[in-house]
């Protein structure tokens, strides 16, 4: 209690009459990372602490068998397409000049024409199969940001889902701001958070971007975010005061 008069007193005579408020800092984006598929970690990517791309390889699990059936299935697309493209120049053929042929010739040459668009199609379907089921033995980090967590190991048994991999969290971070619920209706999107940190106090005040509908039922506290201009690390809290605009 000591602490928060402290606080109260230090900024009421900067910044006049405002509404005391404690905060945290929190990645704008977080997500803790896992696989749809079973196998084992055959190659793990990145560490804690590693920035990464969106789409960049996080980790790979052991998939000979599914390489090799990707393979299977491209040679199959690649016959298929070849036998299609024939089968299609021979029937435009013997379409244009098909009062001039015997009938039985046209139609069996149509019927096998109808019969390798059928098998392209199922090719491809195969292969786009084949390559999503090894694309699922693979992680690719879903945003950009940094390696937070990380809960495996080259060697280690992934159970699906259920397996936490890593922890991804976005470089923005935000400032989450709390306080008394008796003040909702006066803060309000665009006013001024003064805060401190390590007891140092920032120069440039945050800016209220979101105003959270509901409150907290079990600490009666109302929330708001605002987003910073730097990385820091998630984590941090301290306290300030909501100024008006």
């Known amino acids: 209690m000591k602490q928060v008069l402290v606080w109260v007193l230090c900024f009421l005579p900067l910044f006049g009459e405002g509404i005391y408020a404690t905060f945290s800092i929190q990645a704008v984006q977080s997500a803790t990372l896992s696989l749809a598929s079973n196998g084992v970690v055959e190659e793990v990517f990145v560490e804690i602490g ?70 392209l199609k199922k090719a491809q379907a195969n292969y786009t199969l084949q390559k999503e089921l090894l694309d699922k033995t693979i992680l690719y980090a879903p945003f950009s940001g940094v390696i937070s967590e990380k809960f495996v190991e080259v060697g280690d048994g992934v159970g699906s889902i259920s397996s936490k991999l890593f922890v991804l969290e976005s470089r923005q971070k935000k400032a989450v701001i709390e306080f008394d619920s008796q003040y909702f209706n006066e803060v309000k999107v665009g006013d001024r958070f003064v805060y401190k940190l390590q007891n140092i106090e920032q120069k440039t005040p945050l800016i209220l971007t979101k105003i959270y509908p509901s409150i907290e039922a079990k600490s009666k506290k109302a929330k708001a975010e605002a987003l910073l201009d730097r990385d820091l690390p998630s984590g941090i809290f301290g306290a300030g005061m909501i100024v008006g605009q």
């Open 50 to 119: 590693k920035s990464v791309k969106k789409g960049e390889k996080l980790l790979a699990l052991k998939s000979k068998d599914l390489q090799e059936n990707v393979k299977i299935a491209k040679a199959s697309l690649d016959s298929a397409t070849i036998e299609y493209e024939f089968l299609k120049s021979q029937y435009k053929r013997y379409e244009h000049s098909q009062h001039v042929i015997d009938k039985n010739t046209f139609e069996k040459i149509q019927s096998q024409y109808q019969s390798s668009l059928y098998a």
